[in-house]
C-alpha cells in the first residue's frame, strides 16, 4: 500500500487533487481512498488531505502519519508546517515551487529523502489562465511516485475530465495539458 498525504491551503485543489488520484487510481483497478483532514474551512487556510492506493483492499481508515509521499501545493507551507513530519525513509517530497535550487533543503529540517520539484504556478497560468497548481502537482506526482502507469494515469484523467467538464472542452484540453507538463516537467533535486 503508497500513502500519500498533500499540504496546500484551501482553494488550491489539494483535496480535489487527492480526489482525482483516487479516482484515477480505481480506474486503472486499484483499491483506493482519498479524504481530506477538515480544520478552519476558509480561502488560503491550510489544508491536508490523504490518499491510499494498494493492489489489495484497504482495512485501515485514519489520518496517515506515516506516508511514503508528501505532495506540497504551497511552497509558502514549507516554513509554516513541518511537511516532512513522519515521511518514511525511502519516501519522497514533491513540492510546487520556480525555486529550482537545493536551497529547498532548507526549509525541510533534517530530511535528507528525495525531493521532486515542478513549477506548478507557472504551467496553471500558462495552461489554465489562473492559479491552480492542483492538476500539475498531480502529475508530477505520479511521475516521482510511480504508483500508476504513465498512459494509464492519463487515460483515466482525461475520462475524469470529460465526464466532470462535458460542456466545456476548453477546461478539459487546458487541465490535460498542464497535467502533461507537470508530468514532464517535475525534476529531482
Known amino acids: ?10 482553494g488550491q485543489g489539494a483535496k480535489t487533487a487527492s480526489l482525482l488520484l483516487a479516482e484515477s487510481a ?13 480544520g478552519p474551512e476558509r480561502m488560503g487556510a491550510p489544508i491536508t488531505a490523504y490518499n491510499r492506493i494498494s493492489d489489495e483492499r484497504i482495512l485501515v481508515h485514519s489520518n496517515i502519519y506515516y506516508p511514503d509521499y508528501v505532495v506540497v501545493v504551497d511552497e509558502t507551507l514549507l516554513s509554516d508546517i513541518d511537511v516532512t513530519k513522519g515521511l518514511k525513509e525511502g519516501g519522497a517530497i514533491v513540492i510546487n515551487t520556480a525555486n529550482m535550487s537545493q536551497d529547498i533543503r532548507k526549509y525541510l529540517k533534517s530530511y535528507k529523502g528525495s ?60 487541465n490535460m495539458r498542464a497535467l502533461k507538463r507537470g508530468m514532464q516537467e517535475v525534476r529531482a533535486i
Do not use: C
Open 1 to 10: 500500500m503508497v500513502e500519500i498525504r498533500w499540504h496546500g491551503r484551501g
Open 26 to 38: 480505481f480506474e486503472t483497478g486499484k483499491f483506493i481512498q482519498g479524504f481530506p483532514e477538515y
Open 115 to 174: 525531493i521532486y520539484i515542478v513549477d506548478a504556478r507557472n504551467i496553471s497560468m500558462d495552461e489554465l489562465g489562473r492559479y491552480f497548481p492542483n492538476v500539475p502537482m498531480l502529475g508530477a506526482l505520479v511521475v516521482a511516485s510511480h504508483i500508476m502507469d504513465d498512459k494509464l494515469f492519463i487515460d483515466a484523467m482525461e475520462k475524469s475530465f470529460r465526464h466532470k467538464f462535458a460542456s466545456k472542452p476548453q477546461i478539459i484540453e487546458g
